[in-house]
């Protein structure tokens, strides 16, 4: 479990920077922020999604259903912010830079918005199945 903390921190300090370097029309509190607030929402995001792809999972030892569903947020929650969270950032970067209107800006992140719909169901059956995985090593 620490490597794959330690594999955690270090997906999240270079999703940091990336966000960080997306985001240079903005002062150094609003980055801060706007990366702070990412994480955040992605964290919750993929723990709702570690707990519903967990739930149908039978095992007799619920200890490894925790330890399983903590390892499968630690892995996935720093990828998902590496994947999303630069994106939106250059966006309103963008925006900042009047390089786009409000119109674009919303059909981007509709665009956004259904890629994450389809991700998040590829990563429900993908984060269940590296669960069931991970059980039947135990």
Do not use: W
Request: aromatic share 12%; glycine share 2%; charged share 15%.
């Amino acid at each position: 479990m620490p490597l794959i903390l330690i594999i955690s921190l270090i997906i999240y300090v270079i999703a940091g920077f990336v966000i960080y370097h997306n985001m240079y029309n903005f002062d150094k509190s609003e980055k801060i922020k706007m990366i702070i607030l990412g994480f955040i929402v992605t964290l919750i995001m993929t723990t709702i999604i570690c707990f519903i792809s967990s739930n149908n999972i039978n095992t007799e030892n619920t200890q490894y259903i925790s330890i399983i569903r903590n390892t499968s947020i630690l892995l996935f929650s720093p990828i998902n912010s590496i994947i999303f969270i630069p994106y939106i950032g250059n966006l309103l970067n963008k925006y900042k830079d009047n390089r786009l209107d409000e119109e674009q800006i919303k059909k981007r992140l509709i665009i956004l918005a259904i890629i994450l719909i389809i991700i998040v169901i590829f990563e429900f059956n993908y984060i269940k199945a590296f669960q069931v995985g991970l059980l039947s090593n135990v």
